[in-house]
């Protein structure tokens, strides 16, 4: 059964730092890596997407990585500002079902 | 295109009512997500279906909940008879199989059972 941990559950930073964030998975037949933006109160947006046979992609100042053999994405967010603030999930999309796990997510808070 | 769309963005009921819950997918998308958020679980996965067909609702937590695909461009989830730990924020995702698969979310709907 695929299970999906985001390391940390939570991190505050100062404006203007570079940060990354984990998530790592138990089954490496996925579909698919997708990351989301949670605002407090607020629906999921989509960030980046990585497929299966790719290894990165890249949105403005966010790039996500993907390393399926060890079971690992990274969201790297460059030169972090108050407004990138919220919930950052992710989650894995099964090859055989299609279906997505969620991690439970990092709650990021970046203080001006 | 407006996005998928979910109605009523907040619902509260008393116990034992029954509670309806809609969806709109994005036009031209063929797989539908019915989602529940809490606290205490995060996000779980209740139903999907692909055109229109129910694949997997072994996240569907008893049988006072049900799904219904009546159509593509129209989902609902009911829950009958409601109880208290059923209030959630229920997320609605539509999706193309076959592409991308890149899942686009509804705006949720917050339930509050009494």
């Known amino acids: 059964k695929q299970e999906v941990t985001q390391i940390p559950a939570a991190l505050s930073v100062p404006e203007g730092e570079n940060l990354v964030l984990n998530c790592s998975f138990t089954?490496?037949?996925?579909?698919?890596l997708q990351w989301f933006r949670q605002d407090p109160g607020k629906g999921l947006t989509s960030l980046l997407l990585?497929?299966?046979?790719?290894r990165e992609q890249t949105s403005g100042r966010l790039n996500a990585s993907l390393d399926k053999s060890s079971g690992r994405s990274t969201l790297y967010i460059a030169a972090s500002q108050p407004g990138d603030s919220a919930t950052y999930l992710c989650a894995v999309g099964d090859s055989g079902t299609y279906k997505y796990i969620f991690g439970t997510g990092t709650r990021l808070k970046v203080l001006a | 295109d407006a996005g998928v769309i979910q109605s009523p963005r907040h619902e509260v009921t008393e116990m034992g009512q029954e509670v309806t819950l809609r969806c709109k997918p994005i036009s031209g998308h063929n797989s539908l997500f019915w989602y529940r958020q809490t606290m205490m679980r995060g996000l779980e996965l209740l139903i999907y279906?692909?055109?229109?067909?129910?694949?997997?609702d072994s996240g569907m937590p008893e049988d006072r909940f049900s799904a219904k695909m009546p159509n593509a461009s129209f989902s609902t989830l009911k829950i009958q008879p409601s109880e208290p730990r059923d209030s959630a924020v229920y997320f609605c995702?539509?999706?193309?199989?076959?592409?991308?698969?890149?899942?686009?979310f509804g705006p949720g709907t917050r339930l509050t059972v009494t």
């Open positions: 995702a539509s999706t193309i199989t076959g592409s991308a698969y890149e899942q686009y």
């Open positions: 279906f692909n055109n229109n067909v129910p694949i997997d």
């Open positions: 990585i497929q299966s046979s790719q």
């Open positions: 089954d490496s037949a996925i579909y698919n």
